[in-house]
T-cell receptor, first 115, second 116 residues
């Protein structure tokens, strides 16, 4: 069975500081991995996804994530936080080649950005 | 262009009542998903449609929950004999193809269900 663990339910950074949101996955088959962002009262929006051999994935709004198979990790980073980055972030995994594209989500990390 | 829409945005009902939640996917998307998000949790998969058929309903918690997609577009999630534990935000998503590839799932804003 697949699963996702997001370390830290709450992360607080200062504006301009590095953002690091941690995600570890468990999967018996090569996974697809995703990061979604959820702003208050809005739907989930895809930030980036890992689908191929390119282990460093660049997404929207300056975010990127690196797939590390040896560490079963897919941490999300951004060099310099903006106030507008404050939101809930979810890591998700799906089964490559499976019968459905259903996503298994982590519990989420709330990012707070302090001025 | 139009995204995924869900109606109603909020639904308050009493324990034991029946509710229907509607999802309008992006036009042309063959795959449609329902998820449930409880407070402080990530979304949990409920059911997946490929066209008109429910290809995977393994996430439905019990037989009080049922979903349909009769014409391969709009979907309705139906909950009978609602319980307080059903209170959550119900999310709908659609993607172009589904079926084990990495299609982006586009999410609607959700329906917040409160069972009193």
């Amino acid at each position: 069975a697949q699963s996702v663990t997001q370390l830290g339910s709450h992360v607080s950074v200062s504006e301009g500081a590095l953002v690091l949101l941690r995600c570890n996955y468990s999967s018996s088959v090569p996974p697809y991995l995703f990061w979604y962002v959820q702003y208050p009262n809005q739907g989930l929006q895809l930030l980036l996804k890992y689908t191929s051999a390119a282990t460093l994935v660049k997404g929207i709004n300056g975010f990127e994530a690196e797939f590390k198979k040896s560490e079963t990790s897919f941490h999300l980073t951004k060099p310099s936080a903006h106030m507008s980055d404050a939101a809930e972030y979810f890591c998700a995994v799906s089964d490559r080649g499976g019968n459905t594209g259903k996503l298994i989500f982590g519990q989420g990390t709330t990012l707070q950005v302090k001025p | 262009g139009a995204g995924v829409s869900q109606t109603p945005s909020n639904k308050v009902t009493e324990k034991g009542k029946y509710v229907e939640l509607r999802c309008d996917p992006i036009s042309g998307h063959t795959a449609l998903y329902w998820y449930r998000q409880s407070l402080g949790q990530g979304p949990e998969f409920l059911i997946y449609f490929q066209g008109t058929g429910a290809a995977d309903d393994s996430g439905l918690p019990n037989d009080r929950f049922f979903a349909v997609r009769p014409e391969g577009s709009v979907s309705t999630l139906k909950i009978q004999r609602t319980e307080r534990g059903d209170s959550a935000v119900y999310l709908c998503a659609s993607s172009l193809l589904g079926t084990g590839n990495a299609d982006t799932q586009y999410f609607g804003p959700g329906t917040r269900l409160t069972v009193l």
